[in-house]
Protein backbone atom coordinates (compact mmCIF):
# COMPACT_ATOMS: atom_id res chain seq x y z
CA UNK A 1 0.00 0.00 0.00
CA UNK A 2 1.57 3.12 -0.55
CA UNK A 3 2.17 5.88 1.81
CA UNK A 4 0.35 9.13 2.06
CA UNK A 5 1.68 12.37 0.44
CA UNK A 6 1.04 15.65 1.82
CA UNK A 7 0.14 18.50 -0.91
CA UNK A 8 -1.14 21.90 -0.98
CA UNK A 9 -5.44 22.03 -1.56
CA UNK A 10 -5.87 23.59 -4.60
CA UNK A 11 -9.19 24.35 -6.97
CA UNK A 12 -8.67 21.27 -8.56
CA UNK A 13 -9.19 19.04 -5.45
CA UNK A 14 -12.07 20.80 -4.36
CA UNK A 15 -14.95 18.06 -5.68
CA UNK A 16 -13.12 14.93 -4.48
CA UNK A 17 -12.53 17.24 -0.67
CA UNK A 18 -16.68 17.61 -1.11
CA UNK A 19 -16.98 14.08 -1.49
CA UNK A 20 -15.31 13.11 1.05
CA UNK A 21 -17.40 15.81 3.30
CA UNK A 22 -20.85 14.95 2.28
CA UNK A 23 -19.95 11.20 2.77
CA UNK A 24 -18.61 12.32 6.72
CA UNK A 25 -22.65 14.79 6.60
CA UNK A 26 -24.13 11.56 5.82
CA UNK A 27 -22.88 9.54 8.23
CA UNK A 28 -23.75 12.29 11.35
CA UNK A 29 -26.97 12.43 9.63
CA UNK A 30 -27.98 8.89 10.31
CA UNK A 31 -27.33 9.40 14.23
CA UNK A 32 -28.57 13.06 14.37
CA UNK A 33 -31.73 13.66 11.90
CA UNK A 34 -31.86 16.88 12.97
CA UNK A 35 -28.74 18.36 10.90
CA UNK A 36 -29.68 20.10 8.19
CA UNK A 37 -29.62 18.49 4.70
CA UNK A 38 -26.26 19.92 2.34
CA UNK A 39 -26.25 19.47 -0.86
CA UNK A 40 -23.69 21.94 -2.19
CA UNK A 41 -20.24 21.10 -0.37
CA UNK A 42 -18.17 22.30 -3.16
CA UNK A 43 -19.30 25.87 -3.29
CA UNK A 44 -18.63 25.72 0.86
CA UNK A 45 -15.29 24.57 0.52
CA UNK A 46 -14.67 26.58 -2.34
CA UNK A 47 -15.79 29.52 -0.07
CA UNK A 48 -13.67 28.21 2.80
CA UNK A 49 -10.75 28.60 0.35
CA UNK A 50 -11.27 31.37 -0.76
CA UNK A 51 -10.72 33.51 2.01
CA UNK A 52 -8.05 36.18 2.01
CA UNK A 53 -6.15 34.39 5.06
CA UNK A 54 -6.95 30.54 3.83
CA UNK A 55 -4.32 28.02 2.71
CA UNK A 56 -5.44 24.18 3.06
CA UNK A 57 -3.69 20.72 2.30
CA UNK A 58 -4.70 17.38 0.94
CA UNK A 59 -3.30 13.90 2.14
CA UNK A 60 -3.35 11.24 -0.90
CA UNK A 61 -2.77 7.90 -0.96
CA UNK A 62 -2.05 6.47 -4.50
CA UNK A 63 -4.35 8.14 -6.39
CA UNK A 64 -7.03 8.79 -3.91
CA UNK A 65 -7.56 11.59 -2.16
CA UNK A 66 -8.10 10.96 1.36
CA UNK A 67 -8.00 13.86 3.56
CA UNK A 68 -7.93 17.37 3.53
CA UNK A 69 -7.90 20.28 6.15
CA UNK A 70 -8.51 24.38 5.44
CA UNK A 71 -7.72 26.55 7.63
CA UNK A 72 -6.69 30.28 8.21
CA UNK A 73 -4.97 32.14 11.01
CA UNK A 74 -5.59 31.78 13.78
CA UNK A 75 -8.44 28.47 12.80
CA UNK A 76 -7.75 25.56 11.84
CA UNK A 77 -11.30 24.07 10.40
CA UNK A 78 -12.73 21.19 8.77
CA UNK A 79 -9.89 18.52 9.67
CA UNK A 80 -11.03 15.34 7.93
CA UNK A 81 -8.12 12.73 8.92
CA UNK A 82 -10.39 9.82 9.50
CA UNK A 83 -7.30 8.41 12.17
CA UNK A 84 -5.48 8.06 8.65
CA UNK A 85 -2.16 10.57 9.85
CA UNK A 86 0.42 9.45 12.47
CA UNK A 87 1.23 11.97 15.13
CA UNK A 88 4.07 12.69 13.76
CA UNK A 89 2.89 13.58 10.20
CA UNK A 90 0.11 15.75 11.91
CA UNK A 91 2.80 18.26 13.65
CA UNK A 92 4.35 18.20 10.21
CA UNK A 93 0.96 19.00 8.90
CA UNK A 94 0.75 21.21 11.66
CA UNK A 95 4.14 23.18 10.47
CA UNK A 96 3.20 23.10 6.88
CA UNK A 97 0.11 25.11 7.65
CA UNK A 98 1.81 27.52 9.59
CA UNK A 99 3.82 28.42 6.61
CA UNK A 100 0.70 29.11 4.52
CA UNK A 101 -0.11 33.18 4.15
Do not use: C, N
Not at 16 to 25: D, F
Not at 51 to 70: K, S
Amino acid sequence: MPGIEIEPLEDEHLRAAAALLAKRHARHRATEALLPEISDFHSQLKRDLDHEAAGGVIAVRGDDLVAYMIGRAPIVSMPHWGGILSDQQIAELIAYLKTLK
